[in-house]
T-cell receptor, first 115, second 116 residues
Framework: NAGVTQTPKFRILKIGQSMTLQCTQD?????MYWYRQDPGMGLKLIYY???????DKGEVPNGYNVSRSTTEDFPLRLELAAPSQTSVYFC??????????????FGPGTRLTVL | AQSVTQLDSHVSVSEGTPVLLRCNYS??????LFWYVQHPNKGLQLLLK??????LVKGINGFEAEFKKSETSFHLTKPSAHMSDAAEYFC??????????????FGTGTRLLVSP
Protein backbone atom coordinates (compact mmCIF):
# COMPACT_ATOMS: atom_id res chain seq x y z
CA ASN A 1 0.00 0.00 0.00
CA ALA A 2 1.96 2.99 -1.32
CA GLY A 3 -0.65 5.64 -0.44
CA VAL A 4 -0.38 8.74 -2.64
CA THR A 5 2.51 8.86 -5.08
CA GLN A 6 3.62 11.82 -7.20
CA THR A 7 6.03 12.13 -10.10
CA PRO A 8 8.34 13.80 -10.80
CA LYS A 9 9.90 14.92 -7.50
CA PHE A 10 11.65 17.90 -9.09
CA ARG A 11 11.33 19.70 -12.40
CA ILE A 12 12.69 22.85 -14.00
CA LEU A 13 10.67 24.34 -16.86
CA LYS A 14 11.27 27.21 -19.19
CA ILE A 15 8.61 29.88 -19.57
CA GLY A 16 5.95 28.71 -22.02
CA GLN A 17 6.69 25.01 -21.71
CA SER A 18 4.04 22.48 -20.72
CA MET A 19 4.11 19.53 -18.39
CA THR A 20 1.91 17.10 -16.50
CA LEU A 21 2.31 16.33 -12.82
CA GLN A 22 1.25 12.78 -12.10
CA CYS A 23 -0.65 11.65 -9.01
CA THR A 24 -1.81 8.13 -8.15
CA GLN A 25 -3.48 6.75 -5.05
CA ASP A 26 -4.07 3.09 -4.20
CA UNK A 27 -6.54 3.54 -1.35
CA UNK A 28 -9.67 3.56 -3.53
CA UNK A 29 -10.47 7.09 -2.38
CA UNK A 30 -13.25 8.99 -4.10
CA UNK A 31 -11.88 12.48 -3.46
CA MET A 32 -8.62 13.81 -4.82
CA TYR A 33 -7.06 17.25 -4.59
CA TRP A 34 -4.22 19.35 -5.96
CA TYR A 35 -2.61 22.02 -3.81
CA ARG A 36 0.25 24.43 -4.27
CA GLN A 37 2.47 25.64 -1.45
CA ASP A 38 4.35 28.88 -1.82
CA PRO A 39 7.17 29.87 0.58
CA GLY A 40 5.88 30.99 3.97
CA MET A 41 2.29 30.23 3.04
CA GLY A 42 -0.22 27.52 3.70
CA LEU A 43 -1.51 25.25 0.98
CA LYS A 44 -3.94 26.63 -1.61
CA LEU A 45 -6.42 24.36 -3.41
CA ILE A 46 -6.02 24.34 -7.20
CA TYR A 47 -8.52 21.70 -8.33
CA TYR A 48 -10.39 18.82 -6.79
CA UNK A 49 -12.32 15.77 -7.92
CA UNK A 50 -15.19 13.96 -6.20
CA UNK A 51 -14.92 10.88 -8.39
CA UNK A 52 -13.91 9.62 -11.82
CA UNK A 53 -15.08 12.06 -14.49
CA UNK A 54 -15.95 14.85 -12.05
CA UNK A 55 -13.63 17.77 -11.35
CA ASP A 56 -14.05 21.34 -10.15
CA LYS A 57 -12.01 24.47 -9.52
CA GLY A 58 -10.52 25.39 -6.20
CA GLU A 59 -9.12 28.74 -5.06
CA VAL A 60 -6.30 29.16 -7.61
CA PRO A 61 -7.16 27.25 -10.83
CA ASN A 62 -5.85 29.71 -13.44
CA GLY A 63 -3.09 28.25 -15.60
CA TYR A 64 -3.91 24.64 -14.73
CA ASN A 65 -6.11 21.84 -16.00
CA VAL A 66 -7.04 18.45 -14.60
CA SER A 67 -8.75 15.26 -15.64
CA ARG A 68 -9.93 12.21 -13.71
CA SER A 69 -10.51 9.23 -15.97
CA THR A 70 -9.93 6.61 -13.25
CA THR A 71 -10.38 6.46 -9.49
CA GLU A 72 -6.62 6.08 -9.00
CA ASP A 73 -5.16 8.86 -11.15
CA PHE A 74 -5.53 12.63 -11.03
CA PRO A 75 -2.96 14.39 -13.27
CA LEU A 76 -2.41 18.15 -13.17
CA ARG A 77 -1.53 19.88 -16.45
CA LEU A 78 0.37 23.14 -16.83
CA GLU A 79 -0.11 24.38 -20.40
CA LEU A 80 2.05 27.54 -20.60
CA ALA A 81 4.40 27.65 -17.64
CA ALA A 82 4.95 31.04 -16.00
CA PRO A 83 7.36 32.07 -13.20
CA SER A 84 4.34 32.58 -10.93
CA GLN A 85 3.80 28.82 -11.07
CA THR A 86 7.08 28.14 -9.30
CA SER A 87 5.91 26.29 -6.23
CA VAL A 88 5.68 22.94 -4.49
CA TYR A 89 2.67 20.93 -5.63
CA PHE A 90 0.94 18.41 -3.42
CA CYS A 91 -1.63 15.84 -4.40
CA UNK A 92 -3.97 14.46 -1.73
CA UNK A 93 -6.86 12.06 -1.44
CA UNK A 94 -9.63 11.24 1.01
CA UNK A 95 -12.32 8.59 1.26
CA UNK A 96 -15.12 11.12 1.61
CA UNK A 97 -16.16 14.35 3.20
CA UNK A 98 -18.50 15.54 5.84
CA UNK A 99 -18.83 16.79 9.38
CA UNK A 100 -16.60 13.93 10.54
CA UNK A 101 -13.72 15.75 8.88
CA UNK A 102 -12.29 13.03 6.70
CA UNK A 103 -8.51 12.92 6.78
CA UNK A 104 -6.67 13.86 3.62
CA UNK A 105 -3.61 11.79 2.75
CA PHE A 106 -0.82 13.70 1.03
CA GLY A 107 1.82 12.73 -1.48
CA PRO A 108 5.47 13.77 -1.06
CA GLY A 109 5.18 16.73 -3.42
CA THR A 110 6.66 17.96 -6.70
CA ARG A 111 9.02 20.92 -6.56
CA LEU A 112 8.59 22.95 -9.77
CA THR A 113 10.74 25.86 -10.87
CA VAL A 114 9.86 27.97 -13.92
CA LEU A 115 12.71 30.07 -15.34
CA ALA B 1 -15.68 32.51 5.82
CA GLN B 2 -13.64 30.16 7.92
CA SER B 3 -10.00 30.98 8.59
CA VAL B 4 -7.12 30.15 10.91
CA THR B 5 -4.32 32.30 12.27
CA GLN B 6 -1.13 30.76 13.50
CA LEU B 7 0.30 33.25 15.92
CA ASP B 8 3.98 32.31 15.61
CA SER B 9 5.93 31.75 12.42
CA HIS B 10 8.80 30.15 14.37
CA VAL B 11 9.02 28.50 17.80
CA SER B 12 12.31 27.37 19.32
CA VAL B 13 12.52 24.93 22.22
CA SER B 14 15.13 22.75 23.84
CA GLU B 15 14.83 19.00 23.75
CA GLY B 16 12.81 17.76 26.74
CA THR B 17 10.94 21.06 27.28
CA PRO B 18 7.22 21.62 26.54
CA VAL B 19 5.94 22.64 23.12
CA LEU B 20 3.12 25.14 22.54
CA LEU B 21 2.04 26.05 18.99
CA ARG B 22 -0.81 28.56 18.93
CA CYS B 23 -3.76 28.66 16.55
CA ASN B 24 -6.88 30.82 16.55
CA TYR B 25 -9.77 30.09 14.23
CA SER B 26 -12.69 32.00 12.81
CA UNK B 27 -15.84 30.09 11.95
CA UNK B 28 -19.52 30.86 11.68
CA UNK B 29 -20.45 27.35 12.80
CA UNK B 30 -18.93 24.53 14.80
CA UNK B 31 -15.78 23.78 12.84
CA UNK B 32 -13.71 20.72 12.12
CA LEU B 33 -10.11 21.54 13.00
CA PHE B 34 -6.89 19.73 12.23
CA TRP B 35 -3.18 19.89 12.89
CA TYR B 36 -0.88 18.59 10.16
CA VAL B 37 2.90 18.19 10.34
CA GLN B 38 5.32 18.49 7.44
CA HIS B 39 8.87 17.21 7.82
CA PRO B 40 11.49 18.58 5.43
CA ASN B 41 10.90 17.51 1.84
CA LYS B 42 7.94 15.36 2.85
CA GLY B 43 4.20 15.51 2.39
CA LEU B 44 1.82 16.53 5.15
CA GLN B 45 0.77 14.05 7.82
CA LEU B 46 -2.28 14.34 10.07
CA LEU B 47 -1.38 14.80 13.74
CA LEU B 48 -4.89 15.08 15.13
CA LYS B 49 -8.38 16.36 14.39
CA UNK B 50 -11.32 17.86 16.27
CA UNK B 51 -14.83 17.10 15.04
CA UNK B 52 -17.12 18.30 17.89
CA UNK B 53 -16.59 15.33 20.16
CA UNK B 54 -14.18 15.64 23.12
CA UNK B 55 -12.60 19.08 23.39
CA LEU B 56 -9.20 17.62 24.32
CA VAL B 57 -7.91 15.73 21.33
CA LYS B 58 -4.97 13.35 21.49
CA GLY B 59 -2.86 12.74 18.42
CA ILE B 60 0.18 10.84 17.33
CA ASN B 61 3.67 11.17 18.82
CA GLY B 62 2.43 12.57 22.14
CA PHE B 63 0.79 15.70 20.73
CA GLU B 64 -2.58 16.95 21.88
CA ALA B 65 -4.77 19.98 21.27
CA GLU B 66 -7.61 21.58 23.16
CA PHE B 67 -10.61 23.15 21.45
CA LYS B 68 -11.69 26.27 23.36
CA LYS B 69 -14.80 27.80 21.85
CA SER B 70 -14.81 30.82 24.18
CA GLU B 71 -11.29 31.72 23.05
CA THR B 72 -11.68 30.45 19.44
CA SER B 73 -8.40 28.63 19.91
CA PHE B 74 -6.99 25.22 19.06
CA HIS B 75 -3.46 25.25 20.43
CA LEU B 76 -1.14 22.26 19.93
CA THR B 77 0.94 21.03 22.86
CA LYS B 78 3.42 18.34 23.77
CA PRO B 79 4.89 17.86 27.26
CA SER B 80 8.44 17.09 26.14
CA ALA B 81 9.98 17.94 22.79
CA HIS B 82 12.09 15.47 20.87
CA MET B 83 14.61 16.28 18.17
CA SER B 84 12.43 14.44 15.65
CA ASP B 85 9.60 16.95 16.29
CA ALA B 86 11.46 19.62 14.35
CA ALA B 87 9.15 20.32 11.40
CA GLU B 88 6.52 22.71 10.02
CA TYR B 89 3.10 22.52 11.65
CA PHE B 90 -0.13 23.64 10.01
CA CYS B 91 -3.41 24.44 11.71
CA UNK B 92 -6.31 23.75 9.38
CA UNK B 93 -10.06 24.44 9.44
CA UNK B 94 -12.65 22.94 7.14
CA UNK B 95 -15.13 25.16 5.33
CA UNK B 96 -18.11 24.45 3.10
CA UNK B 97 -18.00 26.00 -0.37
CA UNK B 98 -21.10 27.17 -2.28
CA UNK B 99 -21.12 23.85 -4.12
CA UNK B 100 -21.36 21.95 -0.84
CA UNK B 101 -17.77 20.81 -1.15
CA UNK B 102 -15.80 20.74 2.10
CA UNK B 103 -12.52 22.56 1.63
CA UNK B 104 -9.54 22.72 3.96
CA UNK B 105 -8.20 26.19 4.79
CA PHE B 106 -4.58 26.13 5.91
CA GLY B 107 -2.78 28.47 8.25
CA THR B 108 0.59 29.86 7.20
CA GLY B 109 2.48 27.36 9.34
CA THR B 110 4.74 27.39 12.40
CA ARG B 111 8.28 26.11 12.11
CA LEU B 112 9.32 24.26 15.25
CA LEU B 113 13.03 24.24 15.97
CA VAL B 114 14.37 21.83 18.61
CA SER B 115 17.85 22.30 20.01
CA PRO B 116 19.83 19.67 21.94
Amino acid sequence: NAGVTQTPKFRILKIGQSMTLQCTQDMNHNYMYWYRQDPGMGLKLIYYSVGAGITDKGEVPNGYNVSRSTTEDFPLRLELAAPSQTSVYFCASSYGQGRAGDEQFFGPGTRLTVL
Amino acid sequence: AQSVTQLDSHVSVSEGTPVLLRCNYSSSYSPSLFWYVQHPNKGLQLLLKYTSAATLVKGINGFEAEFKKSETSFHLTKPSAHMSDAAEYFCVVSTIMNTGFQKLVFGTGTRLLVSP
